[in-house]
């Protein structure tokens, strides 16, 4: 993952609710094995088994906020554990059959919940960051992207 994409998911997570984070936590996990594809196919194994694991964090992370009381959260849970399941096998065998098992799943997952999050008003989880406007400036030969932080001042005091 590139550091301009690793900054991106951070500016959501921190503009995010609740079932957004859950949308970008899916998106991380699919970038995550589309570098693993990448790696495996140039023959770089180290990359593949580090990327591999980073999805397998995602997964981890998404398991350890169901709330399993609900049927919604029990079947969720099998479905992590097989993804779970497949990127292990994914490492060992080092074919890329499993990382494409993991990503069909998780694709249609994160289809239905940014249809969700569409609809979710709720506000952001994270109440005191930034507030950021970016915005493009088009010069005769260039272009030049701007970024204003509404406040410098974030409720810390010295």
Known sequence: MTKECKQQF????????????????YEMLLAYTQDAKISLQEGNTEAFRDNIRKADNCLTELTESLDLSYEIGRRLLSLYMFCKKELLKADVRKKEEFVLH?????????????????????????????????????????????????????????
Do not use: C
Not at 10 to 25: F, H, Y
């Open 102 to 158: 993991v990503e069909a799943v998780i694709t249609r997952l994160r289809d239905a919940y940014r249809e969700v999050a569409a609809q979710d008003e709720s506000t952001p989880v994270m109440e005191n960051s930034q507030e950021i406007y970016a915005g493009l400036t088009y010069g005769r030969d260039s272009l030049t992207e701007n970024m204003a932080y509404e406040s410098t001042n974030r409720g810390f005091r010295a």
């Open 10 to 25: 951070t500016l959501r997570i921190t503009q995010a609710n609740k079932t957004e984070l859950i949308v970008i936590l």
